[in-house]
Nanobody, 120 residues
Framework: QLQLVESGGGLVQPGGSLRLSCAASGFTLRPYAIGWFRQAPGKEREGVSCSGSRPDYAESVKGRFTISRDNAKNTVYLQMNSLKPEDTAIYYC????????????????WGQGTQVTVSS
């Protein structure tokens, strides 16, 4: 059974950093694209970054967030620097075969999410 588990969220001050992890089990990560999405209270879930053939980022996080993957550890990471209050959300990772997508409906497997709060 394909499972994804996020970790690494927490409370951080503006300008701080966090590294989120998305650990996969029940399948081999290599052929999958892994997307990071986030959902703030009262807002739609939105794409943040995706690790497929090449990394891709939403405009709002370009230059601040970096996605990486360690296929040997079956884990994808999201390094988040220069965090802003507007980055506050629940962050989810999701998997789909081969290609990245910005459409959340294209992803069939999701983790449970990890809360990121950016506040002074």
């Amino acid at each position: 059974q394909l499972q994804l588990v996020e970790s690494g969220g927490g409370l951080v001050q503006p300008g701080g950093s966090l590294r989120l992890s998305c650990a996969a089990s029940g399948f081999t990560l290599r052929p999958y694209a892994i997307g990071w999405f986030r959902q703030a209270p009262g807002k739609e879930r939105e794409g943040v970054s995706c690790s497929g053939s090449r990394p891709d980022y939403a405009e709002s996080v370009k230059g601040r967030f970096t996605i990486s993957r360690d296929n040997a550890k079956n884990t994808v990471y999201l390094q988040m620097n220069s965090l802003k209050p507007e980055d506050t959300a629940i962050y989810y990772c999701a998997a789909r075969l081969y290609r990245c997508s910005w459409q959340k409906t294209d992803f069939g497997s999701w983790g449970q999410g990890t809360q990121v709060t950016v506040s002074s």
